[in-house]
């Protein structure tokens, strides 16, 4: 396993361009199962996580052709319906393949993701839909095994704006009978952007990034190609993460290929806390700024502050002047980052969903272990203004979601080795 030695303090400069956003790569990549002709993409980010979903489709007999960031997906030769446990438990994403099989082929059998991390994360938003769709579902052996005649177009009403429900939804419907209406539907810009994805190839589609989607059943035969590459949005939560580091380190950066729109809660909330930020059209340019204040923060679905951005923004609170709160209301269990922040010298209390962190002058540095995606970004965060050498250990957690981020990193100043594993 590989592992980061971060020597800090340091300060960032320079300009970083952002990669493609992974949580709409991969559900956009999940709907190429629909089309029944090849599909092009343009600057697909290479992370662990779209490696996944690859494989997925070419376990499927999916004729997958990559070359660098240019990915063409034929999925004509899809021959099997099945999603294997030993891919799907290792990224619970997986789950997005269910919508497009049973909207096309009428049969998927998916293996169940189970827990995770950072909580428990059930699917049981994602089956209540497609089972008003028509689909029968059982559960047996640990694969949700998922049959119908022709899905058919329904009112889905989500108890919870599921991001992932919204998404497999949205794809089951492209193939339905009729028109599905998504009510109290997830409005995060992935989801606008899986639409845009889908409307390119001739899917009416209306009201994507609101609460309330509506969703035009075709027949497979009224899809066409849209004739052109598609390249999918700048990865927002990326973007914020090279923000703080920028606001943390007291440096000089420009953060592009994003829209910052995509940001708003979180640039807000670091502006009240006293960071100099010049917001562009696609860029973010942070200022040096000193004295930041602590502030209160509580997670959200967008446009609220995101849970994937919490983490980072935790890293930031543990150096600034005063107190902050974190209030995690999305997943049980996303604080896994604190103990290893307080071994760097961070002082945060936890009680129940909420965080008191307390600013410190000064962290230093110490070995860590990555836990998941978000938290193993914080820690990075943590270890550039460390004083001394920060060892992070497990960075495959980091890997599955930012691409190149050491090379991005030294690129803007910062003193990191990747240590090859065995
Ligand atoms: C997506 C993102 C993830 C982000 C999360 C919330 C991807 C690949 N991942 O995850 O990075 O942190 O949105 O913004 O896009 N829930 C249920 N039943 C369900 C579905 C969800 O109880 O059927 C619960 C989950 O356990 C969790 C909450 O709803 O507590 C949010 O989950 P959801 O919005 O579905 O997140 P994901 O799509 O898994």
Do not use: W
């Amino acid at each position: 396993m590989d592992k980061l030695l971060v020597q800090g303090p340091c300060q960032l400069n320079g300009t970083v361009e952002i990669s493609s956003a992974k949580n709409a790569t991969l559900p956009i990549l999940a709907a190429t199962i629909l089309f029944p002709y090849p599909v092009k993409f343009v600057g697909i980010p290479d992370l662990m996580d779209v490696g996944t979903i690859l494989k997925l489709l070419q376990s499927m007999g999916i004729n997958v052709t990559k070359n660098d960031h240019e990915v063409l997906i034929d999925a004509t030769t899809l021959n099997n319906q099945h999603a294997d446990y030993t891919l799907v438990k290792t990224m619970r994403a997986s789950v997005l393949v269910l919508g497009p099989l049973l909207a096309r082929f009428g049969i998927a059998s998916v293996s169940l993701p189970g827990g995770c991390a950072i909580g428990a994360r059930p699917v049981d938003i994602h089956l209540m839909g497609l089972e008003k769709m028509g689909a029968q579902i059982e559960i047996e052996n640990g694969y949700i095994k998922a049959k119908c005649d022709k899905l058919k177009g329904a009112v889905v009403k989500f108890p919870f704006p599921s991001v992932g429900a919204t998404e497999n939804i949205m794809m089951a419907a492209v193939l339905a009978e009729g028109v599905t209406v998504i009510e109290n539907a997830a409005m995060e810009p992935e989801i606008d952007d899986l639409a845009d994805f889908l409307m390119a190839q001739g899917v009416k589609i209306e009201g994507a990034g609101t609460s309330h989607i509506t969703i035009h059943g075709m027949k497979e035969t009224e899809l066409r190609p849209s004739g052109k590459s598609y390249r999918v949005i700048g990865d927002r939560i990326e973007a914020a993460t090279f923000i703080i580091a920028g606001i943390m380190t007291k440096g000089d950066i420009k953060v592009t290929g994003f829209n910052p729109s995509h940001l708003e809660f979180v640039l807000e909330t670091l502006k009240k806390m006293g960071a100099k930020i010049e917001i562009g059209k696609d860029y973010v340019h942070i200022h040096p700024s000193d004295g930041l204040k602590g502030t209160m923060v509580e997670t959200l679905p967008f446009p609220g502050f995101p849970t994937d951005v919490q983490a980072q923004m935790m890293a930031l609170m543990s150096v600034v002047d005063g107190n902050s709160t974190v209030t995690e209301t999305i997943f049980e269990n996303r604080f896994m980052h604190v103990p290893e922040m307080i071994r760097m010298g961070a002082r945060i209390n936890l009680k129940g969903n909420t965080a008191f962190i307390e600013g410190v002058e000064q962290l230093s540095g110490a070995p860590v272990m990555c836990t998941d995606l978000r938290a193993s970004a914080a820690l990075i965060l943590c270890a550039l203004v460390a004083h001394g050498q920060t060892e992070i250990q497990r960075v495959y957690h980091l890997d599955r979601g930012y691409e190149k981020i050491d090379e991005k990193l030294t690129n803007l100043g910062s003193k990191i080795t990747r240590v090859k594993g065995s």
